[in-house]
């Protein structure tokens, strides 16, 4: 069964620091985009960043200079390194690729 499993989420003060993880229980995403969205408390999901198989990648302007999405093909394991987290950033962080989505994880950014 092909899944994506997401990991690395708590809570942190504002100003800090997370790193997400998502393996992917197939090779197969090794060859395909991948993507983190995000979901906070009624609001829609939106996405946050995509990187190719060739790490080219892609950010929404509410996390440049800030996110850095990256890629382990050999691990089948995707990461989001989120610095200066600010109070907006809270937030269900999926994993997403090939039509498949993680089951999330739960970001809280407050003091």
């Known amino acids: 069964q092909v899944q994506l499993v997401e990991s690395g989420g708590g809570l942190v003060q504002p100003g800090g620091s997370l790193r997400l993880s998502c393996a992917a229980s197939?090779?197969?995403?090794?060859?395909?985009?991948m993507a983190w969205y995000r979901q906070a408390p009624g609001k829609q999901r939106e996405l946050v960043a995509t990187?190719?198989?060739?790490?080219?990648?892609n950010y929404a302007d509410s996390v440049k200079g800030r996110f850095t999405i990256s890629r382990d093909n050999a691990k089948n394991t995707l990461y989001l390194q989120m610095n200066s987290l600010k109070s907006e950033d809270t937030a269900v962080y999926y994993c997403?690729?090939?039509?498949?989505w993680g089951q999330g994880t739960q970001v809280t950014v407050s003091s």
């Open positions: 997403h690729s090939v039509g498949y």
């Open positions: 197939d090779s197969i995403f090794s060859i395909a985009t």
């Open positions: 990187i190719t198989s060739r790490g080219s990648t």
